[in-house]
């Protein structure tokens, strides 16, 4: 089945300064990545995906790139704030037809 | 809608007893999936349904956990007995199609003491 792996596991910027966070994954069939939001004590939820046929999605200050031939995509935040300090989780949708779930990077924004 | 439903929010019970966890998907959604996250493990799926038919349930840690879906609008999670290893936060989410986006419940915080 699918493998996503994601890095760092914990990432600490400045106010201001620009956040990445980079997910590999294993299935060449997957065509569908989503990346979720999950602040302390609340549920994940989507804040930007990309489909296969895409290499860049930008919305505001997110954005993602995909790499369909490194098998990676990644999430860029700028201008980070301090509301941005949560989990961001990215998923792979692979063959197996749902989504498998990297381990998560705690992004901690410091005013 | 008012989104994923999931209850209890908290619960806390001692080793052995039977716990149910609960979840009302979004109305229309075809895909119910109930997920675990723990510190160590992250984001686990469990199992997953389709029009109420499991799928795949290769993420169910032991027998101990089992999971129904009687109709479209309503699914459980048991652990029976529970173990202190099975505290976690239990998600429930449920989509369209698996392309889109899987909408999350709030969770629900167990605690096996």
């Known amino acids: 089945g699918e493998n996503v792996e994601q890095h760092p596991s914990t990432l600490s910027v400045q106010e201001g300064d620009s956040a990445v966070i980079k997910c590999t994954y294993s299935d060449s069939a997957s065509n569908y990545f989503p990346w979720y939001k999950q602040e302390l004590g609340k549920r994940p939820q989507l804040i930007i995906d990309?489909?296969?046929?895409?290499g860049e999605k930008k919305d505001q200050r997110i954005a993602v790139t995909l790499n369909k031939t490194a098998k990676h995509f990644s999430l860029h935040i700028t201008e980070t704030q301090p509301e941005d300090s949560a989990v961001y989780f990215c998923?792979?949708?692979?063959?197996?037809?749902?989504?498998?779930f990297g381990r998560g990077t705690s992004l901690i924004v410091h005013p | 809608d008012a989104g994923v439903i999931q209850s209890p929010r908290h619960e806390v019970t001692e080793m052995g007893q039977e716990v149910t966890l609960r979840c009302k998907p979004i109305?229309?959604?075809?895909?119910l999936f109930w997920y675990r996250q723990t510190m160590m493990r992250g984001l686990e799926l469990l199992i997953y349904?389709?029009?109420?038919?499991?799928?795949?349930d290769s993420g169910m840690p032991e027998d101990r956990f089992s999971a129904k879906m009687p109709n479209a609008s309503f699914s459980t999670l048991k652990i029976q007995p529970s173990e202190p290893r099975d505290s976690a936060v239990y998600f429930c989410?449920?989509?369209?199609?698996?392309?889109?986006?899987?909408?999350f419940g709030q969770g629900t915080r167990l605690t096996v003491v």
């Open positions: 349904f389709n029009n109420n038919v499991p799928i795949d």
């Open positions: 998923a792979a949708k692979g063959g197996s037809y749902i989504p498998t």
């Open positions: 990309i489909r296969s046929n895409v």
């Open positions: 989410a449920s989509s369209f199609r698996t392309n889109f986006e899987a909408f």
């Open positions: 109305s229309g959604h075809d895909y």
